[in-house]
């Protein structure tokens, strides 16, 4: 189990991620690799489904997106995202089929922190949060 020392608190406590996709099958997967490496995940299958689950409280330590989805897009996501003060400096990681540097460039202007091309090993996924979680 993935767990991360609180210095705040000086106890353990599991890290919250909410993966955004539009494929089921993707969240499926993901969510399970995650919840299997100890993690709280919390799905959503479309940004706008995101945005509701932000605006309802959800609070995740790190949020993984698609980029290309129906509706609102991964990069716009990313932008009403960063809108939220709270939400401010949490990281975003892309985990999409796309590998151009310009819309890798777009993503890191949208507030992206990283990004994961698919498909993506269990190991690179979770070295990857595990980089931008310390």
């Not at 919390?42 to 932000?54: C, F, H, M, P, W």
């Amino acid at each position: 189990m993935f767990q991360v020392l609180a210095p705040e608190r000086g106890s353990l406590f599991v890290k919250t991620i909410m993966l955004v996709d539009d494929s089921a099958t993707v969240l499926l997967s993901i969510s399970g690799i995650l919840s299997k490496a100890g993690f709280q995940v919390v799905t959503a299958n479309s940004a706008e489904d995101g945005q509701r689950k932000l605006a309802g409280g959800t609070k995740p330590d790190l949020l993984i997106t698609d980029l290309n989805m129906p509706g609102m897009n991964g990069i716009e996501f990313i932008k009403q995202v960063r809108l939220r003060p709270e939400l401010r400096f949490m990281p975003i990681l892309f985990l999409t089929t796309e590998s151009q540097q310009s819309k890798r460039a777009e993503a890191k202007a949208a507030g992206a922190s990283g990004w994961i091309v698919k498909p993506a090993t269990a190991d690179t996924l979770l070295n990857t949060i595990k980089l931008v979680l310390r």
